[in-house]
């Protein structure tokens, strides 16, 4: 997979060659290159926004210095990604989608956004998708960026040692998981739920889909409700 970034703050993606990522690009799953939004700024004092039409608060960055980066990087098969407070939730379902494309470009706004047209401009020959990883508000969509690729990375064809360690984890079922125990036994008067000594797959499967089922009530009952 093609993997594009665009952002203001380019450091901020050093940490990529350390985790997970580092690994994809290691053995050439991905290929991943970033853009400084700043390279693309003309003008004397290379700015990347301007103040908003219609008044208010902040700055709103410029689809003139956005048109300039991102026309050499998105063609008809990419996917490009605006990260926003404003955007659809993203969601292993969504992770799972990207995980299968072919050309991903993140545009990373900071501010207030980008000039909405942006976004208009490009869905006439491309898929674009805002996306928002949940209901708070950061300050740039740089790391969103990083929790949106540490989330699709991993389900990519070929990145997994197992996938089958993926079928059974918290969100694959539309259930949290059950909880995990290892060695030893007892622990500080804390001991091992004995199902899962017995040797009885079926009890053991059917405990922990109770598990899941009761931590799913307990801490995400809007997951039920779907
Ligand atoms: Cl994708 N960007 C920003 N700036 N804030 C967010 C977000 C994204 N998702 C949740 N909050």
């Not at 659809?88 to 980008?114: D, K, M, N, P, S």
């Amino acid at each position: 997979m093609k993997i594009d970034i665009v952002s203001i703050f380019p450091d901020i993606f050093d940490v990529l060659d350390v985790s997970l990522m580092g690994k994809a690009t290691a053995s050439q799953l991905l290929d991943l290159s970033i853009t400084n939004l700043r390279d693309h700024a003309t003008g004397v004092h290379k700015s990347v926004d301007d103040t908003p039409y219609g008044g208010g608060a902040g700055m709103v960055m410029s689809p003139e210095v956005w048109g300039n980066a991102l026309d050499p990087l998105v063609t008809p098969g990419s996917v490009l990604i605006v990260p926003t407070p404003a955007g659809a939730l993203f969601t292993q379902e969504t992770a799972t989608e990207l995980a299968q494309a072919e050309h991903l470009v993140f545009a990373c706004g900071r501010y207030e956004g980008i000039d909405q047209r942006v976004v208009e401009h490009y869905s006439e020959d491309t898929t674009v998708m805002e996306l928002s990883v949940g209901d708070y508000v950061l300050n740039g969509g740089e790391v969103a960026v990083l929790v949106m690729l540490e989330a699709i990375v991993r389900l990519m064809p070929g990145f997994m040692g197992n996938p089958e360690s993926l079928s059974e984890e918290s969100h694959e079922s539309g259930l949290l998981e059950y909880p995990s125990f290892t060695k030893p036994r007892h622990w500080r008067g804390l001991d091992v739920p004995e199902v899962l000594l017995s040797g009885n797959h079926e009890a053991i499967r059917q405990w922990r889909h109770e598990q899941s089922l009761a931590r799913t009530k307990a801490m995400r009952p809007d997951l039920l409700a779907d």
